[in-house]
C-alpha cells in the first residue's frame, strides 16, 4: 500500500536525494529544499503531483513527484518517483558546460598558503559557489 502523504525527509532519503536520512533532513531544515515555491521543513508533507526543488552543492533540480513511498528503494525504482522538468535538465546542463569551462579552485603555489592567500581563495571559492546557487 503507497501512503497518500509523506514527510519530505523521508521521501528525499527515499528517492535517493540523500544518503542518509539525517542528511535528507539537514537539507530540508537548511532551507535547501523547496515544495510548490516554499522552503520546506523536515516535517512538511509533500503529495503525488507535487513540484520539489532541491539544491545540492552546485547542482539545483526540480522534480514533480510521480509516487510517495517511505522506505528507500532501489535506485531503479528511485528513478521512477519523480520526473526532473525540461526546465531544470536544461539548467543543469549549462550549469555543468559552465563549470567545466571554469578555472579548477586551487592553490598554485608551494607548500603552505598565506594567510592572505587562503582567504583570497575563499573569498573566490564562496563567490563562485554563491554564483552558482543563483
Not at 503529495?47 to 528507500?72: A, M, Q
Amino acid at each position: 500500500m503507497t501512503p497518500e502523504r509523506v514527510r519530505i525527509d523521508q521521501w528525499l532519503w527515499a528517492a535517493r536525494f540523500a544518503k542518509t536520512r539525517a542528511l535528507a533532513n539537514e537539507a530540508a531544515g537548511g532551507g535547501r529544499v523547496k515544495i510548490n515555491g516554499a522552503t520546506a521543513k523536515p516535517s512538511r508533507e509533500v503529495l503525488v503531483g507535487d513540484t520539489v526543488e532541491v539544491v545540492t552543492g552546485p547542482v539545483r533540480k526540480t522534480v514533480v513527484v510521480r509516487e510517495v513511498v517511505r522506505r528507500r528503494v532501489s535506485a531503479a525504482v528511485a528513478a521512477t518517483l519523480y520526473e526532473e522538468t525540461p526546465e531544470s535538465i536544461a539548467a543543469r546542463e549549462e550549469a555543468a558546460a559552465v563549470r567545466r569551462l571554469a578555472e579548477p579552485l586551487r592553490f598554485e603555489g608551494g607548500g603552505r598558503p598565506t594567510k592572505r592567500d587562503r582567504r583570497r581563495f575563499e573569498a573566490e571559492r564562496e563567490a563562485r559557489r554563491s554564483r552558482d546557487l543563483e
